[in-house]
């Protein structure tokens, strides 16, 4: 994708160095523009004020599932998601440059990331201890000058903190994908092949979500996410996730939609983008 013009910028949470980040740049295939944000409520805010031309926040992880804080915020929401990446999540163990692996006693990251460097870690016999997020335990490294210690983060955060890598790829599931949703106040063209999310509610009564399920089937369109998420606002009831092939400006979507709002009690579309590229081995 190319930018819209000179002055923008792609807002994430997080710091120099986080995954978000890494997608940020491999997204558009070189380093741009970026500002990292404390919370995702801040990216959104961000974006939504102009501040930001496009927000970057993880939607699912192929080992850990759906990251529901950013389903709950584009409800609330009114940008659009206009691109999805997949992101192969490597772990890299690093050091300062003088230190050697040998002199390392306590290794520094994100519970997440520790967990699933398990294997590894164990391995390495040396005590963990738990920061706020991986891009966090690399600059922790840098700024307290830790001779003895090592991080668990992102081949970016190395670059960002001049920190070396001493062990590449060291998680323990291969296969780990975090897939991004690109937002922005404007919506996407129609391209080859295309995805539409959406977000929607039923009568609560039995066969209400069969009778919605079936304007999808009836027209041949291809599910390939469905999840459900309490409503805040009404307890006992449930708001469904979907994402299917299509973009909302094919006729047959369209179509679609409108059956589905007949259905449904609510219907908002979070977007139509161009569909992302898995990795092959995802």
Same mark, same amino acid.
């Given at each position: ?12 949470? $997080? ?7 890494? !997608?940020?740049? @491999?997204?558009?295939?070189?380093? #741009?523009? %970026?500002?990292? +944000? ?11 004020? $102009? ?7 993880? !939607?699912?992880? @192929?080992?850990?599932?759906?990251? #529901?804080? %950013?389903?709950? +915020? ?209």
């Amino acid at each position: 994708m190319t930018p819209h013009s000179k002055s923008w910028v792609a807002a994430y949470q $997080g710091i120099d160095g986080a995954f978000s980040q890494e !997608a940020i740049f @491999s997204y558009f295939n070189k380093q #741009v523009p %970026t500002c990292g +944000l404390p919370t995702f409520d801040d990216v959104i805010e961000q974006v939504e004020a $102009g501040e930001a031309q496009y927000g970057f926040l993880p !939607a699912e992880n @192929s080992i850990t599932g759906t990251i #529901v804080q %950013t389903y709950d +915020l584009l409800l609330q929401s009114n940008l659009c998601i206009i691109g999805e990446y997949y992101l192969p999540i490597h772990h890299n163990l690093m050091i300062l440059p003088d230190s050697n692996l040998e002199s390392i006693q306590r290794v520094f990251s994100h519970p997440q990331a520790l967990a699933q460097c398990a294997q590894y870690l164990k391995r390495l016999n040396t005590r963990t201890e738990v920061v706020w997020d991986t891009a966090g335990s690399a600059q922790k490294i840098r700024q307290e000058n830790l001779a003895d210690a090592a991080a668990i983060a992102s081949h970016q955060a190395a670059k960002a903190y001049q920190l070396k890598i001493v062990a590449a790829n060291i998680e323990d599931i291969v296969h780990n994908t975090t897939r991004f949703f690109v937002l922005s106040k404007q919506s996407a063209k129609a391209a080859s092949h295309n995805k539409t999310s959406i977000l929607f509610s039923v009568k609560h009564q039995p066969g209400s979500l069969v009778d919605c399920l079936q304007v999808f089937s009836a027209q041949g369109l291809n599910l390939s996410k469905i999840e459900s998420r309490p409503d805040r606002q009404h307890p006992w009831h449930y708001i469904f996730y979907l994402d299917f092939e299509g973009h909302i400006d094919d006729p047959i979507v369209n179509q679609v939609l409108l059956h589905l709002l007949k259905r449904a009690t609510m219907v908002k579309i979070l977007g139509s983008y161009p569909l992302g590229d898995k990795p092959n081995a995802a």
